[in-house]
């Protein structure tokens, strides 16, 4: 029997509020860093490490972030800093090509990695009597990575077909890479983080010998283990492992020579398709603004469930869209807030966009209701408990803080300052943010397969 609709509403009420119930009444520390302990140590080399013990499980997540990413390339090497991220899984001093996924699996762990604008992450999961297979795997490649020219040759092929794959055949990728080149002409963010194809083509070993010397050494790293260990013996370890390589000059930030956006940027992207998609970018603040959290509010409200401002006039209400998301992601540098949509067949991307413009003037001129702040707010605290479930995603929300804000505690101090947003808050950065001279749009126009082969 089909539950009352009553019951459901009021039961999807006590859901959204738990969250804030929860807080009001439990001690502020509840979930903080005087009670989530985590250790910084930092090795004579620069190496920075972080441990946070938890004994629940008998596994260890390690992490390694890179202060590396796309953002550190220059035109003629794009690309560069996701290739190394293959090139790390491909053969160091003492571990032979293809060997290192074979002995850690071999010993019932795992591994994975990305790459991003502003870093480079690897991680890895095993039994925590296995932790010593971890340290010395990723203390050989951190020490001696071979780069071989077969494999480095071999590799690079992969890097291209994955560019292929995921940006020249998929449309979201083709538009999110069109929109940050069109949005940025002098940020490091004007390049995709996969890199031009003719970059990859030209791409030479001295150049991959000279980035990893620069980028990948030890005093440009966060280590972080997280499970089930004994700090002081992981920490020897540690030291063990990775004490004695050495530490590289300081490759610097590159310059912020972004000049301010004085109008309206539009492109068109041409690709098989059966509707209409497009993009929008908005010049954002860097992830250490004050209003940061603030734009994280924002996109909860207009996009955070079928309630959701954008939702609502899109999809639900307006049937013109199937789907319509936004985002601010933090980065080191001035950025994008970006709201993606994709029509239903038979709209036009000038429909939606009058349609979602007009939805955010009302939140820019009104602010959010009292209802909707709320549930924002909710929405950001589940997703900040659920990323600290397992030993993964506290390594990783603790790797991300400690590079992105130099202090991993900031993870704290931001859910604090989001708790903190008002709804003049949320009406004034809006009134900022959503201008027509700071924005970007980029559409697709869909080709018949006749079209595209010719």
Not at 131 to 150: H, W
Not at 244 to 268: C, F, K, N, T, Y
Not at 364 to 393: C, H, I, Q, Y
């Amino acid at each position: 029997m089909p539950m009352p609709v009553h019951v459901r509403r009021l039961l999807a009420a006590l859901l959204l509020a738990l969250p804030t119930r929860i807080a009001a009444g439990a001690p502020r520390d509840a979930l903080g860093p005087e009670r989530f302990r985590v250790e910084r140590t930092v090795l004579p080399n620069g190496l920075v490490v972080l441990t946070h013990e938890d004994h629940t499980v008998p596994t260890v997540a390690f992490w390694q972030w890179y202060r590396v990413g796309s953002r550190n390339e220059h035109p003629g090497i794009t690309g560069i800093s996701h290739f190394f991220e293959h090139m790390m899984f491909n053969g160091s001093a003492h571990v032979p090509p293809k060997m290192y996924d074979q002995i850690l699996e071999s010993n019932g762990g795992d591994s994975n990695a990305f790459t991003d604008r502003d870093e480079t992450a690897y991680d890895e999961e095993i039994a925590s009597d296995r932790l010593g297979v971890v340290l010395r795997l990723d203390a050989d490649r951190m020490a001696a990575l071979s780069l071989l020219p077969a494999q480095l040759k071999n590799e690079i092929e992969v890097v291209k077909e994955e560019r292929r794959l995921r940006v020249e055949n998929d449309i979201a990728g083709l538009l999110d890479e069109q929109l940050y080149a069109t949005a940025f002409v002098a940020s490091p963010y004007h390049w995709p983080v996969l890199g031009w194809m003719k970059d990859l083509n030209r791409i030479t070993r001295e150049d991959m010998v000279e980035y990893f010397r620069i980028h990948y050494a030890p005093d440009n790293c966060i280590l972080v283990l997280v499970g089930d260990f004994r700090t002081a013996a992981a920490l020897d370890s540690i030291r063990a492992s990775f004490g004695a390589i050495p530490r590289q000059p300081p490759p610097g930030d590159p310059p912020d020579a972004e000049p301010e956006q004085l109008g309206e940027r539009r492109a068109v992207v041409h690709h098989v398709a059966e509707n209409v998609s497009f993009e929008v970018g908005w010049k954002a603040p860097a992830g250490r603004s004050l209003d940061a959290p603030v734009l994280d509010v924002l996109s909860k409200v207009l996009t955070g469930g079928e309630s959701s401002r954008l939702h609502q006039a899109l999809v639900y209400q307006g049937r013109m869209a199937l789907s319509v998301s936004t985002g601010f992601e933090s980065r080191l540098d001035p950025t994008l807030f970006t709201m993606s949509v994709e029509m239903e067949p038979g709209h036009s991307a000038a429909e939606g966009e009058r349609a979602a413009f007009a939805a955010i003037d009302r939140l820019a001129r009104a602010g959010p209701t009292a209802r909707e702040l709320e549930k924002a707010k909710n929405e950001l605290a589940a997703d900040f408990v659920s990323a600290l479930k397992t030993n993964l995603g506290v390594g990783a929300q603790l790797g991300f803080y400690e590079h992105q804000f130099g202090d991993w505690r900031e993870m704290f101090r931001e859910r604090d300052r989001q708790r903190a947003v008002s709804a003049e808050d949320c009406r004034r950065v809006a009134r900022a943010l959503f201008v027509a001279r700071h924005r970007t749009v980029v559409e697709l126009a869909p080709d018949a397969p006749a079209q595209a082969a010719k």
